[in-house]
């Protein structure tokens, strides 16, 4: 593979992992949110303990998202140096839009909402998630708009070789953004929605001691895969006008005709089976009792992320060979002077670390699950600061 | 507008080393002030509140470097390849053994603790070779003699200032030392103002033009109440009294 290769196949791998843990972020940042919301409200404390339980998996998800999520924000500036000098002032904006106005504010806010509790009062720890939730999609927002333009760069001229910006409202009103945010917010409350069913179809499986925590969980999780299910299946037909009209062709190749077939038949798949088995089922919640259908909810979990990943794909890989769609190259816009030495070598560490950190991230969320609503970390009780002091001169 | 974006792009900078520089200063010095798991928890739950507050800052500085100064983003990062990469990569290592330290069962827990202090070092050795590397003009290998000195160089600097930081947060009673940590603070800030100073006028010839650079200014002008807002509050829930756990 030449050093082009290599270096797309890098983007590919880290922008993979990346969003398998941003789409579940998206997914239960709200769900979370509503909980902490009502707990706040009721004084409940079931509400209480799912907001801690749901919001310690959301936590460990979220470190991967952040990992994953550094080198994404450094990478376009190490392989890809052609796009900033060509595309870089029109591209560049939304993406210290993104830092600066959702990545900056989410990251602070989440750790006053982990590291706050006994700490702020109620409502303003409670406004802490909103901000997060609030945040998260305003970054998915701002990257959505950046990704868009590479796909169909509006609002901006070529002058003396490079592109200027023109009209940044143009930005915001791409026809390849409009159908595809919600389509990708859709899929987040889709994630979010069965892993929420996953996990609590196997405390209800394994007969655990929280029924009615996951009865409930059960009946949240399905129903915000209703809601995904709906939004995403909706706007994901609705791609296919602006798609047709601006990108003509893209789905014609090997990987993204077969990636979108995949796609939407995971996405028929589930929509038939959210919306005619198990919404009905929630009735006297017949789906929590009938054991037999719970490994069924388990194995599904995966599908939303595996129909995520075909999305990508379908849109990345129907982009090529462009960059910027139309006016800068793949090939072009490669780091001049990039050795196959430096892009195998940075490739093997960010694609070793990062998937082994993966595994971990996963395990660790398996565990989270594993262990239930009673050993819960996020919330717990802090260390008290005279309790073995540490007098100044020690150190 | 150029200067303005300069300025913001040095402050971000210089608050990213005097805030996160704690933190790298700290993970480093763990193994050595944390001699017990009760202590290297005390330590690790000082400075957990923070860090993701603080690391931030370099998130919004790459940013910031993207939107306003799009030309250097490629040329530098571009330049300086193997050194980001590295750089990366112990942030990364450093941020898994933060978030994964006490997720994992207790038999794990040494080996995210290295990860952490390993990472630590990492990053301040990566930064005192970039810094180093910048000063000289960019070298085809930064990684050298000069560059492993000035990594080093900053890591002592740092692991005074997370000393300085960990006397400060951690004692009981009444409180001293604020000062010092001011101090410490500004220390760790100089290598980067001083960067700042001698690449200024090159960053300000390659400024994103005042088209994007007015986007930016109505954008993020509005909102920047907000972000230095978050960060004061984050300032005064965690500088004192006990201990968050969850890291
Ligand atoms: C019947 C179901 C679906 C249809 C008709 C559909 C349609 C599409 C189309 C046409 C695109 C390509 C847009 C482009 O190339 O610019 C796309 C992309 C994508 N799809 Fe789907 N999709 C479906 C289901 C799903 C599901 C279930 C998920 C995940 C849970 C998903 C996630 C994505 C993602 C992440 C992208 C890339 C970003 C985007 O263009 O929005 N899709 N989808």
Known sequence: MDVAGLARLQFAVTGSLHFLFVVLTLGLAPLVAIMHTRYAITGNPLLERMTRFWGQIYVINYALGILTGLVMEFQFGLSWSGLSHYAGDVFGAPLALETLLAFFLESTFLGLWIFGWHRLPRRLHVACIWLVTLTAYTSALFIMVANSFLQHPVGAAEEGGRLVLRDFGALFTNPTLVFALPHVLGAGLLAGGFVVMGASAYHLFRRTQEREFFTRSLRIGVLTALAGSLITVAFGYAQFGPVGDVQPGKFEGLIPGVSLGLMILIGELIQFTVMLVLAPLLIRDLLARWHWLHPFLMAMTPLPFAAAIFGWLVREVGRQPWLVYGKLSVADALTPGLTRADVIASFAGFAGVLGLLAVVDYALIARAVRRGPGQVALGGADLPLAAEPVPAHSL | ?247
């Open chain 2, 1 to 247: 507008m150029e200067i303005f974006w300069l300025l913001t792009f040095a402050v971000l900078l210089a608050g990213y080393f005097a805030l996160e520089g704690f933190d790298i200063g700290l993970g480093v010095l763990l193994p050595v002030l944390g001699r017990s798991p009760a202590a290297r928890d005390r330590l690790v739950g000082a400075m957990a509140p923070f860090v993701l507050a603080n690391e931030v800052w370099l998130v919004a500085l790459a940013g910031v470097l993207f939107g306003a100064f799009p030309v250097l983003e490629g040329r530098a990062l571009s330049r300086l390849y193997p050194l980001v990469v590295a750089l990366l990569l112990a942030w990364i290592v450093r941020d898994a053994g933060l978030w994964f330290r006490r997720r994992a069962g207790a038999s794990w827990r040494p080996v995210w603790e290295g990860a952490l202090t390993v990472g630590s070092a990492g990053l301040a050795l990566a930064w005192g070779a970039i810094l180093m590397a910048v000063v000289r003009g960019l070298p085809a290998s930064p990684f050298d003699l000069p560059g492993l000195a000035a990594g080093a160089a900053l890591l002592a600097l740092l692991a005074w200032h997370g000393r300085t930081f960990a006397a400060w947060r951690l004692q009981d009673g009444p409180r001293r030392g604020g000062r010092a940590l001011l101090l410490s603070a500004c220390a760790a800030a100089v290598p980067a103002a001083v960067v700042m100073v001698i690449v200024a006028g090159h960053m300000l010839a390659n400024a994103a033009p005042d088209q994007t650079l007015t986007v930016l200014s109505v954008m993020v002008v509005p909102v920047a109440p907000i972000l230095v807002g978050a960060q004061v509050w984050v300032w005064r829930t965690f500088s004192k009294g006990a201990l968050p756990t969850f890291f």
